[in-house]
Nanobody, 115 residues
């Protein structure tokens, strides 16, 4: 079984930056494409960014040019560097495989962008 634990969220002013981390248990991490997802109140969960085993990345239109996903296979960790944050980025952020494994969502980490 694989588990994902997200961290690094917080309160930040518009224009600020945060770096999220996701620690994955189990060696299966090294066989998975990974993704960051987010869910704002009243909205469905959306895919933010993905990264393949080889490091190819893909981003949602709303975060292109501002967010960067990366992974450290040696430490079973995936990161999301978020720059130029906007109030619209406020959400709970989750990591999971891409496509996501049903029933393997973690608690997420809250990101709030507000002045």
């Amino acid at each position: 079984q694989v588990q994902f634990v997200e961290s690094g969220g917080g309160l930040v002013q518009p224009g600020g930056s945060l770096r999220l981390s996701c620690a994955a248990s189990g060696s299966i991490f090294r066989a998975l494409s990974m993704g960051w997802y987010r869910q704002a109140p009243g909205n469905e969960r959306e895919r933010v960014a993905t990264i393949t085993l080889g490091g190819s990345t893909n981003y949602g239109d709303s975060v292109k040019g501002r967010f960067t996903i990366s992974r450290d296979n040696a430490n079973n960790t995936v990161y999301l560097q978020m720059n130029s944050l906007k109030p619209a980025d406020t959400a709970v952020y989750y990591c999971n495989s891409h496509p996501p494994l049903t029933g393997h969502w973690g608690q997420g980490t809250q990101v709030t962008v507000s002045s």
